[in-house]
T-cell receptor, first 109, second 114 residues
């Protein structure tokens, strides 16, 4: 699996957009970008994934650069309930999931 | 569907005792994963199964740990004998064999070995 690099922590004001970056410069052509989040003491939760096109669902948007070497997860209107650790993972869809340290996002009132 | 179900939610035991953690995956999911989470090491993949067969157990820390999946709806992770350093949250996850590759996690078992 390609390695990913994420900032250790970020803050975001409540109601503002939270933009979480992820670098994956060694990504292969058949590897997807997945995002999960883990709210304190709960199991990780799937958010979104994509291959090369931008994706949007009810939780977030995923923007992948044209060269696919980095991506950004966007939470359009962050709430206090979005405070969590966010994991960016690159893998082929059928492979095991290895979690890195992720980004700890704090949404500030 | 009720999601991935783990039991017990909390387990407190004494060093040397046998501990058995249980997991019921989402019906129809072909893959089952066991993870361990600690502050020091984060989320570690211990073992995963495909169609009840162990595929990769390279993350199992030592012989004291064993996992089984006797059928498609049940898996166990056993620690015998348990040690204080085994204290962690143990998560089970499952996914289907479709192309999305989405993992669904249970609520975890908080294990404390005294």
């Amino acid at each position: 699996d390609a390695k990913t690099t994420q900032p250790t922590s970020m803050d975001c004001a409540e109601g503002r957009a939270a933009n979480l970056p992820c670098n994956h410069s060694t990504i292969s052509g058949n590897e997807y970008v997945y995002w999960y989040r883990q709210i304190h003491s709960q199991g990780p939760q799937y958010i979104i994934h994509g291959l090369k096109n931008n994706e949007t669902n009810e939780m977030a948007s995923l923007i992948i650069t044209e060269d696919r070497k980095s991506s950004t997860l966007i939470l359009p209107h962050a709430t206090l309930r979005d405070t969590a650790v966010y994991y960016c993972i690159v893998r082929v869809s059928y492979d095991k999931v290895i979690f890195g340290p992720g980004t700890s996002l704090s949404v500030i009132p | 569907d009720a999601g991935v179900i783990q039991s017990p939610r909390h387990e407190v035991t004494e060093m040397g005792q046998e501990v058995t953690l249980r997991c019921k995956p989402i019906s129809g999911h072909d893959y089952l994963f066991w993870y361990r989470q600690t502050m020091m090491r984060g989320l570690e993949l211990l073992i995963y199964f495909n169609n009840n067969v162990p595929i990769d157990d390279s993350g199992m820390p030592e012989d004291r740990f064993s996992a089984k999946m006797p059928n498609a709806s049940f898996s166990t992770l056993k620690i015998q004998p348990s040690e204080p350093r085994d204290s962690a949250v143990y998560f089970c996850a499952s996914r289907s064999g479709d192309t999305t590759g989405k993992l669904f996690f249970g609520s975890g078992t908080q294990l404390s070995v005294l």
